[in-house]
């Protein structure tokens, strides 16, 4: 079985930081992409960032230049640095994982509030 754990969510005050991260283990193959969504009240899960095995990225628009995405292979762990939140950041952030062969599983999620 697949886990991903996350941690790093919390209150922050507009402009502030937070730095999330989730681990994966269990019997995972190879790994095509890990990524987080986010998930606000009344709106669609959306990818926020996504890291390829290539070392290639994707931002959400609306985010891009607030955030860095990373990882540490041999940890199976993806990192997630957002920096100059808004209110509008508030949502409950998901791990996302996608393997080779096209499966993929989700964190549990963890609740990031932009408020002051």
């Known amino acids: 079985q697949v886990q991903l754990v996350e941690s790093g969510g919390g209150l922050v005050q507009p402009g502030g930081s937070l730095r999330l991260s989730c681990a994966a283990s269990?019997?995972?193959?190879?790994?095509?992409?890990m990524g987080w969504y986010r998930q606000a009240p009344g709106k669609q899960r959306e990818l926020v960032a996504r890291i390829f095995s290539s070392g290639s990225t994707y931002y959400l628009d609306s985010m891009k230049g607030r955030l860095t995405i990373s990882r540490d292979n041999a940890k199976m762990t993806v990192f997630l640095q957002m920096n100059m939140l808004k209110p509008e950041d508030t949502a409950v952030y998901y791990c996302?994982?996608?393997?080779?062969?096209?499966?993929?599983?989700w964190g549990q999620g963890t609740q990031v509030t932009v408020s002051s």
């Open positions: 269990g019997s995972i193959s190879s790994i095509s992409a």
């Open positions: 996302h994982l996608l393997l080779r062969n096209t499966s993929d599983y």
